[in-house]
């Protein structure tokens, strides 16, 4: 039962929620500030982490349908050329095409329970805000084949997650939410954009058209990197100019270290794809690595696990400084 409960977890790529749960302590901390509802703060987060999740799902469904049709029936094939961290559980057996999606169903329906209980409490610009980020959900694998999945995502965790928790917390959706939600917005955007670079070589051969691949090498495509980097911590700086809160909010520059250290790893693996980053003491919590390793997936995940840190660690020190600007 309990390697049953594991293997959906890692089916649902758990491993990627705290990009959900930290974008979403930002918004909840400045709501509670605000003198908004907690209770709603946190069940808002429930749902949301649910919607990821059945994202998850989906789109490795997706991913296997196309799979298919590009490769030969046989398994050993397939795990030999598909991805180390993605659609593995349908290849090998582990879970079948109907069982995934009703997992994607489960998540979905719970999300959406929640959702019809927060219409009735706080109104219907609860279903909107819903029905947009939903559609996303749902088709989001298809937004990823036509260079829109970071378009998707910052829609995802920019304005629909701080609008929408700062209206089932405090019923009003202030202009500031919108700055407040760029930094965190931008470091998860890094995160996925990693992902695309990592997928250079498999997205071309796959026919996926993403906005890494628009170049002629991932090499190249370092220098949306380098953008999305400098504006993550230069947006910092509107929370104050706009005067959303103190300077304490600068305290997230204390992880530009980490940034850079996760470009020299982008650097070191768009020379050589088999690379394996040099395992440092900040890059702490690298979960699962004897399994990864088994996998022979080091050089992918560790430089997934460095750029999901670095946004963890970003959003917690901008956290900190939300709340003592407020002291």
Known sequence: MISRFVSLLECSRVFSLPTTVFSWLVIFTYSVINSGNVWYGLLCLIAVCFVHMGT?????????????KHVDFDKKEYLKNTQNTKCRYLI?????????????????????????????????????????????????????????????????????????????????????????????????????????????????????????????????SL?????????????????????????????????????????KSMMEYSLDNNSIPEHKWFHFPMENMEHIEKLKAENFMIRMYQSRNLMMYFSLLLTLGLILSNL
């Not at 998850?56 to 298919?68: A, E, G, P, R, T």
């Not at 947006?235 to 100019?241: E, T």
């Open 56 to 68: 998850n799902v989906m789109d490795d469904f997706f991913d296997y349908k196309s799979l298919i």
């Open 92 to 220: 090998s057996g582990v879970l079948t095409e109907a069982q995934v999606l009703e997992l994607a169903g489960v998540y979905f329906l719970i999300a959406g329970l929640i959702g019809l209980f927060f219409w009735f409490k706080c109104g219907f610009l609860v279903v909107k805000i819903g029905a947009i980020a939903g559609f996303i959900a749902v088709f989001y694998s298809f937004l990823s084949k036509i260079r829109l999945s970071e378009f998707a995502i910052a829609l995802m965790y920019g304005p629909l997650l701080f609008s929408g928790v700062s209206y089932v917390m405090t019923k009003t959706i202030p202009w500031e939410v919108f700055v407040l939600a760029a930094p965190t917005m931008i470091m998860t955007v890094i995160l996925l954009y990693i992902h695309s670079i990592m997928d250079f070589d498999y997205d071309l051969k796959e026919g996926h058209y993403t906005v890494a691949n628009i170049f002629n090498s991932q090499l190249d």
């Open 223 to 263: 220098i949306i990197l380098r953008v999305f980097l400098i504006l993550a911590y230069v947006s910092l700086f509107g929370i104050c100019i706009f005067d959303i809160s103190n300077w304490q909010v600068l305290l997230a520059l204390l992880t530009i270290p980490l940034a850079v250290d996760l470009y």
